[in-house]
């Protein structure tokens, strides 16, 4: 695993350099150099930076600086081009193509100056997630050593010297370190990779796994998703949590008929997140096989569906809250959890805030696992599909509300004129619908219906791309939308062992429209002090095929967002967010306190990465993924001159 080509730092690079590094995970506004050295900004994944050169009195001149074309590397470089970068002393580390090339980058011409290309053969061919990456992760020893983390879809972790993109020898074997040598579940059915970037925490590299989809899984018996610590130095194996219990650890009696044994999955696929000073990790775990039936592994399925707070020198569990019992909806804990500190009723608290794809924002006290407001166990409604087992309540936070809309009924029914609330009614006729954790259906029940309406769905509500935090203020913001999808389940014994598979179906769309009514996307600020929503906005424009709809004609309709998620980023100044997938190719900038639109500029494509922000020279630069609509590129923002 060489790289294809390698660069040592341009002049201007080694100069910028010589101002010296901000500390890990800080910026200073007034410096000349601040920096961008994690996924989120800093291991507290707020995407937060205090800069403020750009404010509302100039947003609206910012202009693109320079492009970085990621079309050479690899086949379809547009799909999955989520890739955050990291700005380390003038130099922009990201990943680019399918195959997940490692890129330096001069910060602020976006020259290329050193690429290193991995080249796993049919482990690459076997993985069952190809895509960009969401990034790489950083790491120093102060003296000297500087490294580049990533981990390929192969699923090896890989140590790159920063200045040259050269693997660190010394780590692993050569650089690597093969992640598959210490998997649990069958050896003939493996299906692993890794997604977001590995975290770096107090010389510890954290790596969490992601599968393949789950929906309809070939068997129930799949591989486990252990969550690994490395050491930065040596790539020494410091740690295993088992998010899935062997037989006498704690959590093992939540896994009826000893299920735990063969059922797999229950990986953490979205961004990690830590707390230096406390030395604590924060693992946002996924859901264990499958997706949308349970019956195969009955019990409410720890550590699945669970904030994990470990010791990141031992892996040692210090607390967990799990936020789905036998999550039977795909409803992963897809984001970064987000470290922040508030004031709760005159009490400061070092907090932890989960967003999920149900659309609740879970927050607890990073350092007990103390919910900050109570959460409640409420009755839920049971399944009736053979076989399965069903959590009779759930968790619900009193506070703060729901970011976005919890379940389907009949007011939930687009409702423009009249007509078109008849024809949403009349295209509910085969389907069940219900509040929040109403179960999946069969595709064919009793009751003549086809599935079950559910809302959110599987792309929630949030999802990775996740919020954004403002620590001066403890505001949260939250880019989600308001999307169902049918659930139907049915048999397909001639593919799986497992009794019932996801089946889908077609969403109605009466007259040609959405159901549900607007806003399909939206941004909601949230204070975290007091659990109140303090504003929402739709996010996007109205789509052209329902503007130009001819059952709207006449009609004058709100601003309705698409279905699509904000890409979210917040300064000193001002919130920024981008469409994201299924948006336009623009880039919003809003008035914190308000949610105004400040300012829009035109992109070359739609985000598809969350933005980042650092300066160099004393210039303010706003770098961001964009695709789908165009080729996949790094686009730098900065204002003119």
Known sequence: MLPMRSFRRSL????????????LGQTDATSSMAEWPVYGGSPLSQF????????????GELRVAWRWYAGNFGPRPEIKNET?????????????????????????????????????????????????????????????????????????????DANTGLPKREFGE????????WLRGPADNIEITSTSPPLVLNDVVVVGPAHGVGARPDSKEQTKGDIRGFDARTGELLWTFHTIPEPGEFGYETWLDDSALYTGNAGVWGPISGDPELGIVYLPVEMPTSDMYGGERPGENLFGNSLVALDVRTGERIWHQQLIHHDIWDYDNPTAPILLDVTVEGRPVKAVVQLTKQAFAYAFDRETGEPLWPLQERPVTISDVPGEWTSPTQPFPTRPAAFDRQGFSEDDLIDFTPEIRAAALESLSDLRIGPLYTPPSLLEADDGTRGTLILPHYGGGANWEGGAADPETGILYVGSQTNPAVFALRPDPDFTDIRYVFASGPVPDPMGLPIVKPPWGRITAIDMNTGEHAWMVANGDTPEDVANNPALAGIEIPRTGKFSRAMLLVTRTLLFAGEGYGGDPVFRAHDKATGEILAEIELPGAVSGRPMTYMVDGRQYIVLSVGRQGPAELVALALQD
């Open 48 to 59: 937060y930076s205090p800069l403020d050169q750009i404010n509302a009195e100039n947003v």
């Open 84 to 160: 955050t970068p990291l700005m380390i002393d003038g130099v922009l580390y990201a990943t680019a193509g399918i195959t997940r090339n490692v890129v330096a980058i001069n910060a602020v011409n976006g020259e290329t100056l050193w690429i290193w290309r991995p080249d796993e053969g049919e482990r690459f061919d076997d993985s069952p997630r190809k895509m960009s990456g969401r990034g790489v992760a950083y790491w120093t020893d102060g003296q000297g050593d500087e490294r580049i983390f990533t981990a390929t879809p192969g699923f090896f972790l890989v140590a790159l």
């Open 174 to 181: 050569a650089g690597v370190v093969d992640m598959m040598q």
């Open 12 to 23: 201007l690079a080694a100069v910028l350099a010589a101002a010296g590094p901000t500390a």
